[in-house]
C-alpha cells in the first residue's frame, strides 16, 4: 500500500496539535532511538511525536487517518516480536509521556491507569493498598502498562492467574479515525453488546491506540512457599509438571531451566549450581498459610515420586529468593554464550509438555544450534532461546530453520506460535500455519473493518506475499 510521506504541511497540522516543539522529534539521532526495539531490524520513522493528553494522540491520528500516514504507538520499546517497529515510516507515537495517572480504588478493586505507567509501579501501588495486580511479565521494570495491553503480556504468575486481558475492566482508545471511545466498564460483570476490551487488549495497536485503561486487583495472598526440583533427564521433568497440575495443585508460579541454562548461570555468577543436571524446576505456591504449606509439601513429594535427583524446600524468604535468583540471571547468562538472543514463546497444552521437550532436543541437534529452554513451564509456555552470532550468516540460516520447526511442532503439539510475546512482524509470516487461510481472512476483515487505510501499525501480525522469517534484515 502506497502512504503518504510526512511532508511541511503534515508538519504545520502537527505543529498545531502539539505546540511545544521539544515533544516534536525530526532529529536524525533522535529518529534513531525509536528505530528498533528488543527484537530484531532497523526501521527509520519520518517523524516522532510524545503526546500527553488523550486530544493530541486523537489528533495526530485522524490528521494521519486523512492524509493516508501510517502511525506507530510505542512503549518502552520491549518488545519482542517488532511490535512498535516502524516498517513503513510515518509517525511514531510515544506513549510513555503519558504517564500521569495511576489511581488505585481499594473498595473497587481498581486501578486506573495511563498508558506510560510501568507495569512495576503498578504492582507497587497495589501491594501498598494490600492488593495485587497479578501479571507479571519479566520486563515489568522497564516495560509500560500500555505495551502489556498492546501485547496482551503474560508472566511467571500466568499459570494460576492468567495474562492482562484477565485483568482489564474497561479502555479508553483513540480508534483509526481519531475518534476517542470507552469500552468497558468498572465492574466486574458487563455484558453491554460486543466485548470490544477483549478484542482490543493484544491486537497489537492495530485497531486503535490505548489511552487509558481499568485494571482489575485482587487480594493479596497471605503466604508464599517455593521449592526447586533437580531432575537428570529434561523429559522427566516434563512428566513431574504434568503430575504436579494434575494432583490438585494449583502452582502460581512453575518455573523450568534446562542444562545450558544452568550451565551459563553458573559460569555467570557461580551459585552451586549442579552443571551435570539437565533441568531445575521452581515452583510456587501462595494462599492461605495452612493451604500453602501442604501443597509445597505435596509437590515436593511428587517430584521425588517421578524421578528428581533432589527436591529443596525453602524454609525462609532469603531462601526462596536465592532459588529465584538463578532465574533471574538466566537472561543475561546466555547472552555471554553469544551476542544474539532469539527469543520464542511457543507454547503447548500441559499435557504436550514433555513431547516439546523431546521435539526441542532433536532441533538443536538437527540444525546444531544453542538451543536453550527456559520458562513458564508450568502453563506450556516454555520459551525456547537461540543464542547465536547474527554476524554469521550460515548460522543465522540454521536458526531460521530451527525457528521455523519450532513453531511447527508446537503446533503440530496442538499449541500457538506465541503464548505472551506477540506476532509483530516477526512471527506474522507463520500465521496462516496456525489459523489456516480462512481464519486469517476473519482477521483481515475485522482489521479492514476498523482501519480501511490501514494506517494503524501497518505490517504487523497480517504477513506480506511470499513473506519469510528474516533475522538477518536490518
Known sequence: MAYRKVDQEIMRNVRQIITESKRILTEKQDLASYSFDASFGTYWPELVVQPKTVQEVAGIVNLANKAKIPVYPRGASTSLSGGPLPVEGGIVIDLS???HKLEVIPDDLVAIVSPGILTAAIHEA???AGLMYPPDPSSSLVSTIGGNLAENS???????YGVTKDYVLGLEVVT???EIIRTGSRTVKNVTGYDLTKLLVGSEGTLGIITEATLQLIPKPLETATLS??????VTSGKAI????TSGIFPAKMEIMDQACIQAVESYQPLGLPIDAEAIILIEVDGHPLAVKDEIREAARICEQIGARQVQIASTATEQANLWKARKLVSP???RMKPTKISEDATVPRSQIPAMFARLKQIREKYNVNLVVFGHAGDGN???????DRRDGEEMKRVEQAVEEIFAAAIELGGTLSGEHGIGNMKSAFMEMELGAIGLDMMKRIKDSWDPNHIMNPGKIFPSPGQRLNLTKG
Open 126 to 128: 497495589a501491594e501498598q
Open 382 to 388: 516454555l520459551h525456547p532461546n537461540i543464542v547465536a
Open 176 to 178: 483509526p479515525q481519531g
Open 154 to 160: 503474560g508472566g511467571p504468575r500466568g499459570l494460576k
Open 333 to 335: 547468562a546466555i547472552t
Open 97 to 99: 509521556t503519558m504517564n
Open 242 to 245: 504434568s503430575k504436579v497440575l
Open 229 to 234: 526440583a533437580i531432575f537428570d533427564d529434561i
